[in-house]
């Protein structure tokens, strides 16, 4: 799953409005933003074994710190807590702590039984969701839209680059899915690596987006007349 994480960032603009585009996806995404550093580390393994699944050639040989049950319940707890030490902002920490906690679940729905529940286990879990490509791309697309539509009517753009960054920000992640759906298998494991960082680049990006949004305050008529005045 890759654009479902990022619809679900999205949409959490509904529940914490304060807290940045940027933030939500660190949270949704945080395993796979965690993963190629631990891949570099070997701590963790992929291989490249096309047909593997119909959805994606990557053959997730172990990947225990990033995509356990148990230590996404850790890095989400530690997360939160951290970004609530820092913001003090109860709902944003309730986005980052279920947010981080949704990339298993969502991972479990369409990862192979490849999903550990401990990093010392061996039974491994996986709904299998990418062995139908009509099934995923139904599934990432109503996700990836939902959260689209809920950040649309959450914010508005403060000036020019709160348009064209976020239309830039969604152009560039469906080219990705597209292109590792539909393109080529990664040439090599060196190569995953790199484009694995490449995630970072989209959590940047998204903190820039939400930088040149304001929250709409449809709940909220002071919150918006307030924000006018600002501008
Ligand atoms: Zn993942």
């Given at each position: 799953m890759f654009l479902g994480h990022i619809g679900l960032a999205m949409a959490a603009k509904r529940v914490?409005?304060?807290?940045s585009l940027g933030t939500a996806v660190l949270a949704t995404q945080f395993a796979d933003c965690l993963w190629p550093l631990l891949l570099v580390l070997g701590l963790e393994q992929v291989r490249i074994a096309p047909g593997i699944t119909k959805m994606t050639p990557?053959?997730?040989?172990?990947?225990p710190w990033s995509h356990s049950l148990l230590m996404d319940v850790i890095w989400a707890a530690a997360f939160a807590g951290i970004y609530y030490a820092a913001r003090k902002y109860k709902a944003g920490a309730w986005v980052v702590a279920l947010g981080v906690l949704s990339h298993w679940f969502l991972d479990w729905w369409s990862h192979?039984?490849?999903?550990?529940?401990?990093?010392?286990?061996?039974p491994k879990y996986g709904l299998?969701?990418?062995?139908?490509v009509a099934g995923t791309v139904v599934v990432e697309l109503i996700i990836f839209f939902g959260g689209l539509a809920i950040y649309l009517m959450a914010t508005k753009p403060r000036d020019r680059t709160g348009s064209f960054a976020l239309w830039g920000f969604v152009a560039l992640l469906i080219l990705i899915w597209v292109g590792a759906v539909f393109?080529?298998?990664?040439?090599?494991v060196k190569a995953i690596k790199a484009s694995g960082f490449g995630l970072w680049l989209i959590v940047a990006w998204a903190y820039w987006v939400d930088r040149h949004r304001?929250?709409?305050?449809a709940s909220d008529g002071s919150n918006a007349s307030a924000q006018m005045v600002s501008r």
């Open positions: 914490a409005p304060k807290t990557l053959y997730f040989v172990a990947y192979r039984p490849d999903m550990p529940l401990t990093p010392w286990s061996q299998g969701l990418w062995n139908s393109g080529p298998p990664p040439p090599s304001s929250t709409a305050g």
